[in-house]
């Protein structure tokens, strides 16, 4: 796939993403016209809950989701936190909630509070709104522990699974996201995937593209089962479509 082609189709699969601590009203507002391009409109847009009713004025009409953390960054196992986290978000009108696995807990064997977080956060979310768990592969590591987490969120009825945060050392992978795609495949239920930090270049999300065609076959790729989160690739997509290259 050349990469004109694949810029094109990849403004259409990006949540066009700003969490940072110190986002205001004017950098929202910049992110939410930018996200609607001369090529297509981006998936959606990722932000902090306080934000959201302002992206629902700038967004009306346009198609793009708005999707937002809970739970985030850090991966607790809080469930009155998750459940109020949660329900402001819906009221704040979030289309779509990224909720960070408590991963700490799997890593230490604790099971029993990965399941009741992820129940409580599919209830809580419901079925109007799609619920994409971070399972944070960077600080799990190993691949058939990514896969037990894999396995977890589409047994528990999860829209999507998730790479990472973004905001630990090491965040999405080719060969995590290799894994949590061969999962998928082999599960009893189809669930989306979402690609997400330092992904900054066509050649990197290139990568995550061809890899979902390859595992799950080029009909699956579409915006309600793959995404990839990122704060600037947009800019180099449309730079690579603009010069023809």
């Known amino acids: 796939m050349d990469d004109v082609t694949a810029a094109k189709i990849l403004i259409h699969l990006l ?94 064997g604790d099971e029993a509070a990965c399941r009741r977080f992820l129940e409580t956060a599919v209830r809580e979310t419901g079925k109007k709104h799609a619920l994409k768990v971070i399972l944070e592969t960077g600080e799990i590591k190993k691949t058939s522990l990514i896969a037990q987490a894999t396995a977890m969120c589409i047994d528990a009825g999860a829209g999507f699974v998730k790479t990472s945060t973004g905001k630990t050392e090491v965040s999405a992978t080719p060969e995590a996201a290799n894994i949590m795609l061969e999962t998928i495949s082999s599960g009893r239920r189809n669930i989306g995937f979402k690609a997400s930090g330092g992904i900054r270049t066509i050649e ?37 479509i603009e010069r023809g290259y």
Not at 52 to 64: H, M
Not at 95 to 102: M, W, Y
Not at 210 to 237: E, Y
């Open 15 to 108: 949540d066009l993403t700003s969490l940072n601590k110190d986002d205001t009203d004017a950098r929202i507002e910049k992110l939410c016209q930018k996200a609607q391009t001369p090529y297509g409109n981006t998936a959606a847009v990722c932000i902090y809950p306080k934000f959201l009713r302002l992206a629902g004025q700038l967004l009306k009409g346009t198609g793009i989701k708005r999707a937002t953390v809970v739970n985030f960054p850090d991966g607790g196992d809080n469930l009155p936190k998750l459940q109020d986290e949660i329900k402001e978000a819906l009221e704040l009108g979030a289309d779509e909630i990224d909720a960070v696995f408590p991963y700490k807990n799997f890593l230490n």
């Open 204 to 240: 990197d999300a290139k990568k995550y593209l061809i890899l979902a065609q390859a595992v799950m076959g080029a009909k699956w790729v579409s915006p309600h089962t793959f995404r990839i989160g990122a704060s600037s690739l947009l800019d180099n997509l449309i730079e690579v």
